[in-house]
Structure formats: C-alpha cells, structure tokens
C-alpha cells in the first residue's frame, strides 16, 4: 500500500518561515515526480511546484517562485517544500502526491494524495 504522509505545518506569523516534510512508503517512486499543492477554503486545489524523484529538476508555479523551494532526500524517500516570507494568502492546507498524468501542473494528473497538513499565516 503506497502512503505520502505530509507534516511540518503549523502556524507562523507573516514574513516567517516553514519546512513541510512528505514522506513516502511502499511503493518506490524513483522514476516519478512529486508535486505539491495547496487548497485554501472555498477555493480549488492550485498547483505549488514539483520536483523529479531521480534528477531533482524543480518546476514551480509563478506565485511561488522565489519564496518556495522543493528538495528530495532519497535515501529518507522524503519530499520537502520550504517556504519563506510567508504571506497570510499562503494560509491552505498543502498536500503532496504523486505525478502520474501529462501535465505537470493539473490536479488530475496527480495520485496517491497525503492527507495534507495545515499551515497558517498570521498578520
């Protein structure tokens, strides 16, 4: 049985910094990317960035850029998503999966979703 199994969140005041963590078991995904993405309430799943298992190789969505960074520690089969200058919009809850489909930015194309981890920004 394949588990991702996101922690790291938690609550942080604006301009400050979080670490969130997406360890993987089972199944080993050396030949996928991983991705993740965020949902705030009452609004969509959006896309945050990915990285690729084996050549490390980063994409990220335009508003992440330049404050989140995706890192993969093989040997941990561990995914992280650093954040810093965190804003009080980047309040949602961020998951991690596994990218399965064409595109690399579409809910979709993604499987195997952790149950996802809170983080919220103060102001």
């Known amino acids: 049985q394949v588990q991702l199994v996101e922690s790291g969140g938690g609550l942080v005041q604006a301009g400050g910094s979080l670490r969130l963590s997406c360890a993987t078991s089972?199944?080993?995904?050396?030949?996928?990317?991983m991705g993740w993405f965020r949902q705030a309430p009452g609004k969509e799943r959006e896309f945050v960035g990915c990285?690729?298992?084996?050549?490390?190789?980063?994409y990220y969505a335009d508003s992440m850029k330049g404050r989140f960074t995706i890192s993969r520690d093989s040997a941990k089969s561990t995914v992280y998503l650093q954040m810093n200058s965190l804003k009080p919009e980047d309040t949602a809850v961020y998951y991690c999966?596994?990218?399965?489909?064409?595109?690399?930015?579409?809910?979709?194309?993604?499987?195997?979703w952790g149950q996802g981890t809170q983080v919220t920004v103060s102001s």
């Open positions: 999966a596994v990218h399965v489909g064409p595109t690399m930015t579409q809910v979709t194309d993604y499987a195997n």
């Open positions: 089972g199944r080993t995904f050396s030949s996928y990317a």
């Open positions: 990285i690729t298992w084996s050549g490390g190789r980063t």
